[in-house]
Nanobody, 122 residues
Framework: EVRLVESGGGLVQPGGSLRLSCAAS????????VAWFRQVSGKGRERVSC???????YYVASVKGRFATSSDSAGNAVFLQVNSLKAEDSAVYYC????????????????WGQGTRVTVSA
């Protein structure tokens, strides 16, 4: 069965950090470009980062310098280190995998996880 499973979300104070994980089963995640999206209730999905199979990364301007995406050497997991968190970072975070680098739209991604919630609050 092809699956993506996110973990690592939670409640954190402003300025805090979390490490989100995206684990794959049924396929080799390292063969795909893997993006992290986030979604606030009632709004669309925003791509915040992407990592390609060659290690190339992308970050949306609002998270540059605070978020970092990486992958494990086995090609089974991708991570998103989120630092200096702000209230506006609160969202459900999803990982998604696609064979194409920076797929044009979130609907183009082949595989999605179920999401992990990040809540930034004092």
């Amino acid at each position: 069965e092809v699956r993506l499973v996110e973990s690592g979300g939670g409640l954190v104070q402003p300025g805090g950090s979390l490490r989100l994980s995206c684990a794959a089963s049924g396929f080799i995640l390292g063969d795909y470009a893997v993006a992290w999206f986030r979604q606030v209730s009632g709004k669309g999905r925003e791509r915040v980062s992407c990592i390609n199979s060659d290690g190339t990364t992308y970050y949306v301007a609002s998270v540059k310098g605070r978020f970092a995406t990486s992958s494990d050497s086995a090609g089974n997991a991708v991570f998103l280190q989120v630092n200096s968190l702000k209230a506006e970072d609160s969202a459900v975070y999803y990982c998604a995998a696609d064979k194409h680098w920076m797929a044009a739209d979130w609907e183009d991604y082949d595989h999605w996880g179920q999401g992990t919630r990040v809540t930034v609050s004092a």
